[in-house]
């Protein structure tokens, strides 16, 4: 089956210089939400028109775009897409701002389409507020759809109306799109017309109407956002994981938990993440599209594009950049920050500590106020701390430089040239002593202030 995902429109009461489909729910964009369901059907294609550009930027490399410009109604764009659309496949056509249709609704759609050998099933539901919508009128075994500007006062009563989501047989399609007349009171070509020129046609009713729930402004994109992060939440509940405060907790569509991790409140969780069992995560953490293993902590701190391994406790307030990974059993603890960093087994940077593009060996210490320079205002450079080296507090590494194993770097250190194995490196000013310097110092700030 080929996918037709409808995305050009202006979202004007969105009130927005972006298009209405980049707009985010929980954290992930409406059109990513759409293009994520097609792929489980079959190719995807997009049309585009308003800012295209932006659009595309959040379409993975495999989806096909057509340019629909101007935009002349959902008729127009599917003849924009023509060359997308197959003989021998059926079309579903779904739209880039109706972002929570699932799965099973669409199988149930395919699954009438091809019992009853339809050349189009159409997804309904049924509402007692039906004004705007187009009305389903069944007439000698067919269906037609009347859009609600040009149906009549009978018309207008009819209770069942129309999606917008349809299974055509392509064939279908290609044989009757050249057939679409923009004679109607808003002068656009409905893809609602192709539905009453079929002679094999029939409706799936839907009962959660939400799934079809479409987003026109702000108010509707966070009303859509809570019921999506309430579904998620309870279906991560049910499966086994602990969310302490629903109400404050926020886990995207696409992250994966397993059983017996407690998510402690204001968390957010975004993008392909997945965490393993009996993690800890929280209170005031953000994880984005990381990895995380078994019986690993993360509280009150940032994870980003990084890789935890199992029995790893990180924060509180530490930021994981992109490209971190840590070992087993790793500790990284309050006000450390690491980027492009992989730490070894069962080390240690325990606090206020940057790591940057830095390789650290299995059982090293890194000690307090620790840096790695790593940039020169040019160029960022690479350092290497060996297995069971120990990283005195306030040293700063300057790279490129390795640290030997087993090796030590005094407290307070600059260390500019590599180190070998188990050498002890100092890098600092020779200590002075001016005895009673303090004392002759306070008496003359004493006696200074006497003359005053």
Not at 145 to 151: F, M
Request: glycine share 10%.
């Amino acid at each position: 089956m080929k996918v037709l995902i409808l995305a050009a429109g202006l979202g004007k009461r969105m009130k927005s210089k972006y298009p209405k489909v980049v707009h985010k729910i929980l954290g992930k964009p409406m059109i990513n939400w759409v293009v994520d369901l097609g792929k489980a059907f079959g190719e995807v294609g997009v049309v585009v028109g308003h800012k295209a550009d932006i659009v595309k930027s959040y379409l993975p490399e495999d989806v096909k775009t057509y340019l629909q410009e101007p935009q002349l109604g959902t008729g127009h764009a599917v003849m924009c897409a023509r060359d997308f659309i197959s003989e021998n496949e059926d079309l579903l056509v779904l739209y880039g701002d109706v972002p929570l249709l699932s799965k099973e609704t669409i199988n149930k759609l395919k699954k009438e389409h091809e019992e009853q050998k339809n050349q189009v099933t159409v997804l309904t539901f049924v509402t007692d507020n039906p004004a705007g919508y187009g009305r389903i009128i069944r007439e000698n075994g067919k269906v037609r759809i009347v859009e609600d500007k040009d149906a009549t006062e009978e018309e207008k009563k009819i209770k069942e109306v129309n999606s917008g989501i349809y299974i055509f047989s392509g064939k279908f399609v290609l044989e009757n799109l050249d057939k679409l007349s923009n004679n109607n009171a808003q002068g656009e070509y409905y893809l609602t017309d192709l539905v009453g020129m079929a002679e094999r046609s029939s409706t799936v009713i839907l009962e959660d109407i939400v799934e079809v729930s479409g987003v026109n402004d702000r108010i509707q994109l966070a009303q859509l956002e809570t019921i999506a992060k309430q579904r998620i939440l309870e279906k991560l509940m049910l499966s086994g994981v602990t969310i302490v405060d629903p109400n404050s907790t926020f886990i995207g569509p696409d992250v994966e938990i397993g059983m017996d991790t407690i998510i402690y409140p204001f968390t957010i969780i975004e993008g392909y993440t997945k965490i393993g069992e009996d993690c800890e995560v929280g209170p005031y953490s953000h994880i984005v599209d990381s990895n995380i293993g078994n019986e690993v902590k993360v509280i009150r701190s940032e994870v980003e594009k990084s890789v935890i391994e199992n029995k790893v406790s990180v924060g509180p307030f530490s930021r994981l950049r992109e490209g971190t990974v840590l070992k087993e059993k790793v500790k990284i603890g309050n006000f450390v920050e690491t980027k492009k960093t992989t730490v070894g087994k069962n080390s240690k940077a325990q606090h206020l500590t940057y790591l940057g593009d830095a390789t650290i060996g299995e059982d090293v210490n890194v000690g307090a106020g620790t840096i790695t320079c790593n940039y020169d205002g040019y160029k960022k450079y690479p350092t290497y701390i060996g297995d069971g080296a120990f990283i005195g507090s306030n040293s700063s590494l300057v790279a490129p430089v390795n640290i030997g194993k087993g090796a030590i770097t005094g407290a307070g250190s600059v260390i500019t040239e590599d180190v070998p194995d188990d050498a002890l490196a100092l890098g600092r000013a020779r200590q002075i002593i001016k005895e009673g310097w303090a004392k002759k110092k306070r008496e003359e700030l004493k006696n200074a202030d006497h003359k005053e």
